[in-house]
């Protein structure tokens, strides 16, 4: 069995997962959204603090499978250093304490394989990742052959959400609230510019959409927030897609998967739905339980890197806050 612990954002996460079998044998996360959500946003040192009281209480309900673990996986990149940090300390002392090795993971990573909880892996796959943090498309080949052929050049899409319902003090995270609220406004009322449309670039870009969105808020009374959710929400997924059909003509997409926090989005998948329709590619979308940051997809991540013998040494354990891919 792999322990897993996760903790690079906001979520303390630990699970146990099979090796053989993949299963997952036990999952627990304590979020703490709540405790964000008066800031409009995650507040780092907050956040460590609040993972140092939570991942040691989930720990301890994982003591019955102790005797049977192989090693222990922990998320050490990309995320916030002070919140990595804690996850990293609590997988040291386990290695020590339980003689077993670490395995160092990337979030990013463990997102791709949250579409393969208890199940196989299946590549290749051209990847969306959106989250918190990133917007990003890659090509998965395997575990160790993934390339990044677009990424945000500013704020992420996710960010852009967790923005907008700040300035609308709807709390965070912005994601589910905008998209709830966007449901009930016209997608047409306000005409913000499609970020990046005339750029021949592959690459996205959310700052702008987000400065346009303060601008029509200035004028604004709260009768028309659901109007700008849903034109901010359609903008935002239709640079999305307008970026994605420009790479399709370059490299047709077999089979996509859509991950992270925010492929929740239903205006996203259903959009991406008819976008890959004309190639006839598949679609893979993770348990929506598994979309946002969990412990699950980075014990799942582990099991493959134990199968392939990919430990960290102890003491070269380090976390790296900036992604590597
Ligand atoms: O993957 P995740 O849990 O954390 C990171 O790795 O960043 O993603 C969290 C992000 C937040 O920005 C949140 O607002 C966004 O995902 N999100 C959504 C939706 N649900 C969560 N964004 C748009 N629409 C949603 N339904
Ligand atoms: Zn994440």
Redesign the pocket.
Known sequence: MILSIESS?DDSAIAITEIATKKLLFHKKISQELEHSVYGGVVPELAARLHAEALPKILEECKPYFDGLKAVAVTTTPGLSVTLVEGVIMAKAASIALNIPIIGVN?LIG?IYSLFIEKEAVFPLTVLLV???HTQVMEVKSLEEIKTVAKSMDDSF??S??KVAKMMHLGY????VI?KLAKEGDRKKYNFTVPLHQSPLIAFSYSGLKNSVRVALEGASESDYKDIAASFEHVAVAHIIQKLKKYFKEVPPKTFAIV???S??LYLRSQIEELLKPHNAKLLLSELKYC??NAAMIGRVGVEMYEKGLFSPLNALEICPKSVI
Do not use: K, M, V, Y
């Not at 995270?173 to 589910?176: A, I, N, S």
């Open positions: 954002c979030h997102h989250s918190g943090g996710g960010e959400f967790d995270p912005g994601g589910p998209e992270g926090g925010a929740a989005n946002s940051d």
